[in-house]
């Protein structure tokens, strides 16, 4: 079946504009994730819905950062007035959900550039 | 706080040599630690993971495993390594709210 897809796979924006990216998860999964992977660095962790609420949003850097996920399956992050450290490749996964841990299954990211 | 750390930044290997990439953890509690593999061009993937019981972890691709509590350690191996398994590789662990949290990863390739 599909995995999880990222829209756009590339995304270069001036620094202050607003940018917004894209996360469809697997069909059934209830859990999503958003992660940040600057250059050297490992995958951080932004935001974790589960179904339309945000269980966890501790990850996000700033108020510039905002996700939504309105009827539990695509999920869209915004980034309000880009820096040029907000560059960096933005993950997206899924997993079935539920209390328990179940394996998060990542999609290909987008890569965000601000100049 | 909860982090991993990954010491080995790039390795080389030549084919059939032995790999061992090091990772170490620093946290309480219940301890779930994964290793990650991202190939070029591809998603990040899971190769392994502990959860507990058996601290060998035998995961896809001949990898393994060993979670050594006194050691703060799961250092991911291989006997003999192929060219295809040219990748970045990373430790992770879970915390309380299911959120992977990620070393900074190790580099290896492998040279035919």
């Known amino acids: 079946g599909a995995g999880v897809s990222q829209t756009p796979s590339n995304k270069v924006t001036e620094k202050g504009k607003y940018v917004e990216l894209r996360c469809d998860p697997i069909?059934?999964?209830?859990?999503l994730y958003w992660y940040r992977q600057s250059l050297g660095q490992g995958p951080e962790f932004l935001i974790y819905?589960?179904?339309?609420?945000?269980?966890?949003d501790s990850g996000l850097p700033n108020d510039r950062f905002f996700a939504v996920r309105p009827e539990g399956s695509v999920s869209t992050l915004k980034i309000q007035r880009t820096e040029r450290g907000d560059s960096a490749v933005y993950l997206c996964?899924?997993?079935?959900?539920?209390?328990?841990?179940?394996?998060?299954?990542f999609g290909p990211g987008t890569r965000l550039t601000v100049l | 706080a909860q982090s991993v750390s990954q010491h080995n930044h790039h390795v080389i290997l030549s084919e059939a040599a032995s790999l061992e990439l090091g990772c170490n953890y620093s946290?309480?509690?219940?301890?779930?630690l994964f290793w990650y593999v991202q190939y070029p061009g591809q998603h990040l993937q899971l190769l392994l993971k502990?959860?507990?019981?058996?601290?060998l972890v035998k995961g896809i691709k001949g990898f393994e495993a060993e979670f050594i509590k006194s050691k703060f350690s799961f250092n991911l191996r291989k006997p003999s390594v192929q060219w295809s398994d040219t990748a970045e590789y990373f430790c992770?662990?879970?915390?309380?709210?299911?959120?992977?949290?990620f070393g900074t990863g190790t580099r290896l390739t492998v040279i035919p």
């Open positions: 996964a899924s997993s079935p959900g539920g209390r328990s841990y179940n394996e998060q299954f």
């Open positions: 069909s059934g999964h209830t859990a």
């Open positions: 819905f589960q179904g339309t609420g945000a269980a966890d």
């Open positions: 946290y309480g509690g219940t301890v779930n």
């Open positions: 502990y959860f507990s019981g058996d601290p």
């Open positions: 992770a662990g879970l915390t309380g709210a299911n959120n992977l949290f």
